[in-house]
């Protein structure tokens, strides 16, 4: 199982980062964890094919899933979509009639994504099989209706997408290889609404999971990465990596059949 790092920023990401995207290659399943801004041309400098199967999108805020529209233009410049769609979009509940409303605010067709990609609306409570590829979910907590995913192959990875503290979604990842947390914070969120981590917030979720390692990631401008990677180290003992655009990293398995 491999993982790129396609985009390790927050709505406003520091320059030259992109917003949330992630792509994950195993037993011959491309799949884009997220579509944030500027994962369309992220995307394509590794696959310009676009050879890629599926698209899974954690929650509607636009950090997460809005380039997709650009993506949707890579299948075809034509307003009318295309007969043969191979490439299937997997989105939240509800996430269709978000999709439909936004095209029609950005005066685009309604169906003008569902015209080209296989709309697929997941159900949380349910296994997605993707080829060899199980994939299972657990709700958020966040803003708006929000899932992390895990998804088990040759190893195993959890994406929180964006979470505060959700036990959830630390049994979610029960001894992952590899626990993939935004660590958006700088301080704790203290009021009625919460719906990211501190660097420990999302170390401590990883401990509590017993995950075998961590990648942090989903930062703003201005936060000091050796700052953040400190925090979480003096956490999770485990082995730590920041993430950044690009990086590339083997998610290995530990388990002893």
């Given at each position: 199982?491999?993982?790129?790092?396609?985009?390790?920023?927050?709505?406003?990401?520091?320059?030259?980062?992109?917003?949330?995207?992630y792509?994950?290659?195993?037993?011959?399943?491309?799949?884009?964890?997220?579509?944030?801004?500027?994962?369309?041309?992220?995307?394509?400098?590794v696959?310009?094919?676009?050879?890629?199967?599926?698209?899974?999108?954690?929650?509607?805020?636009?950090?997460?899933?809005?380039?997709?529209?650009?993506l949707r233009?890579?299948?075809?410049?034509?307003?009318?979509?295309?007969?043969?769609?191979?490439i299937?979009?997997?989105l939240p509940?509800?996430?269709?009639?978000?999709?439909h409303?936004?095209?029609?605010?950005?005066?685009?067709?309604?169906?003008?994504?569902?015209?080209?990609?296989?709309l697929?609306?997941?159900?949380?409570?349910?296994v997605?099989?993707?080829?060899?590829?199980?994939v299972?979910?657990?709700?958020?907590?966040?803003?708006?209706p929000?899932?992390?995913?895990?998804?088990?192959?040759?190893?195993?990875?959890?994406?929180?997408?964006?979470?505060?503290?959700?036990?959830?979604?630390t049994?979610l990842?029960?001894?992952?290889?590899?626990?993939?947390?935004?660590?958006?914070?700088?301080?704790?969120?203290?009021?009625?609404?919460?719906?990211?981590?501190?660097?420990e917030?999302?170390?401590?979720?990883?401990?509590?999971?017993n995950?075998?390692?961590?990648?942090?990631?989903?930062?703003?401008?201005?936060?000091?990465?050796?700052?953040?990677?400190?925090?979480?180290?003096?956490?999770?003992?485990?082995?730590?990596?920041?993430?950044?655009?690009?990086?590339?990293c083997?998610?290995?398995?530990?388990?002893?059949?």
């Amino acid at each position: 199982m491999r993982l790129t790092v396609l985009g390790s920023g927050a709505a406003c990401p520091p320059p030259g980062v992109n917003s949330s995207g992630y792509l994950l290659e195993d037993d011959g399943q491309t799949l884009l964890l997220d579509c944030g801004h500027g994962i369309a041309s992220a995307v394509l400098g590794v696959r310009p094919e676009f050879d890629i199967d599926h698209i899974l999108i954690t929650h509607m805020h636009a950090d997460h899933f809005i380039d997709v529209i650009p993506l949707r233009f890579r299948v075809t410049r034509e307003m009318g979509g295309v007969r043969d769609r191979q490439i299937q979009l997997h989105l939240p509940p509800g996430g269709t009639d978000a999709l439909h409303q936004i095209m029609r605010a950005i005066s685009f067709p309604e169906d003008f994504c569902a015209n080209t990609f296989l709309l697929r609306e997941y159900d949380p409570k349910a296994v997605l099989q993707l080829g060899s590829l199980q994939v299972r979910f657990a709700p958020a907590e966040h803003y708006v209706p929000a899932w992390s995913i895990r998804v088990d192959g040759s190893g195993s990875l959890v994406y929180t997408g964006d979470t505060a503290p959700k036990d959830e979604v630390t049994e979610l990842a029960r001894d992952c290889d590899l626990f993939v947390a935004e660590g958006t914070l700088a301080e704790p969120e203290t009021g009625p609404v919460r719906g990211h981590l501190t660097p420990e917030q999302a170390a401590a979720m990883a401990c509590g999971a017993n995950a075998q390692e961590m990648l942090l990631t989903h930062f703003w401008y201005g936060t000091d990465l050796k700052e953040a990677e400190r925090r979480a180290a003096s956490v999770f003992p485990g082995p730590l990596t920041i993430a950044s655009d690009g990086l590339c990293c083997e998610v290995k398995s530990r388990r002893i059949d």
